[in-house]
């Protein structure tokens, strides 16, 4: 069963608003930071945007001002808002959770959903 699920991708025109949603379960959710990645075809995956249990954000650069995340923790969900979206912005956004147990790393991914924006 996986943990995280994403939400909310899909086709727009250039400076266009998507949001994008991931559902996780409890005990991951509440117990640290919350990311969004990316990753477009042929290119390595980056962080976009992380959000810590105490409500701290970090952007990547390149998303500095047109994207937000946020999380409502009563339903255990973290929000993607992208607007003024450029066609480089292109690629499947993942959502991830990196955990510990002790001295074991677990790394926690969404199945990923598909933005495309077109000019």
């Known amino acids: 069963q996986r943990q995280l699920v994403e939400s909310g991708g899909g086709l727009v025109q250039a400076g266009g608003s998507l949001r994008l949603s991931c559902v996780a379960s409890g005990t991951i959710f509440s117990s640290g930071t919350m990311d969004w990645y990316r990753q477009a075809t042929d290119k390595p995956r980056e962080l976009v945007a992380a959000i810590t249990s105490g409500g701290t954000t970090n952007y990547a650069d390149s998303v500095k001002g047109r994207f937000t995340i946020s999380r409502d923790n009563t339903k255990n969900t973290v929000y993607l808002q992208m607007n003024s979206l450029k066609p480089e912005d292109t690629a499947v956004y993942y959502c991830?959770?990196?955990?510990?147990?002790?001295?074991?790393?677990?790394?926690?991914w969404g199945q990923g959903t598909q933005v495309t924006v077109s000019s």
């Open positions: 991830h959770a990196e955990r510990w147990s002790g001295i074991i790393k677990y790394n926690y």
